[in-house]
């Protein structure tokens, strides 16, 4: 037996101080790539999925450039740790914990994920 497709998806959430808000639908990521969503004050937040079916959401905007383009950037791994390279000065930052690999000193946030 199969389910209708709109009883399946699985909608992925982030926790704000005010709780779980649902962002978009899970199918909509696609593992590699990077995903910018407005939060409700305005923020931007990048999205990420890995082929391991991993999640991840920082914050969107670089904060070498002032730009908001994190979800446009590059995916890796570096020493077993997921990171996305800014797109403009390439600057590493750590999926996990929002840290900076190429400047100690800089990170972004990181938002808590689940799918429901």
Same mark, same amino acid.
């Given at each position: 037996m199969t389910l209708a497709p709109e009883t399946?998806?699985?909608? &992925?959430?982030?926790? &704000? @101080? @005010?709780?779980? !808000?649902? $962002?978009? =639908?899970?199918? &909509?990521?696609t #593992?590699?790539?990077? $995903?910018?969503?407005?939060? #409700?004050?305005? /923020?931007? $937040?990048?999205? !990420?999925?890995? /082929?391991a079916g991993r999640t991840y959401a920082i =914050?969107? /905007? =670089? #904060? !070498?450039?002032?730009?908001a383009v994190l979800s446009r950037g590059l995916t890796g791994t570096h020493q077993g740790r997921p990171f996305v390279a800014s797109p403009l000065l390439k600057q590493r930052f750590d999926l996990e914990t929002g840290r900076c690999l190429d400047d100690e000193t800089v990170s972004v946030a990181v938002y808590e994920v689940r799918t429901s």
């Open positions: 399946t998806a699985l909608k &992925l959430q982030l926790l &704000l @101080e @005010e709780g779980w !808000f649902t $962002v978009c =639908d899970l199918s &909509l990521l #593992p590699g790539r990077g $995903v910018a969503a407005l939060l #409700p004050d305005g /923020r931007q $937040v990048a999205l !990420f999925t890995d /082929r =914050d969107n /905007r =670089d #904060p !070498f450039s002032g730009a």
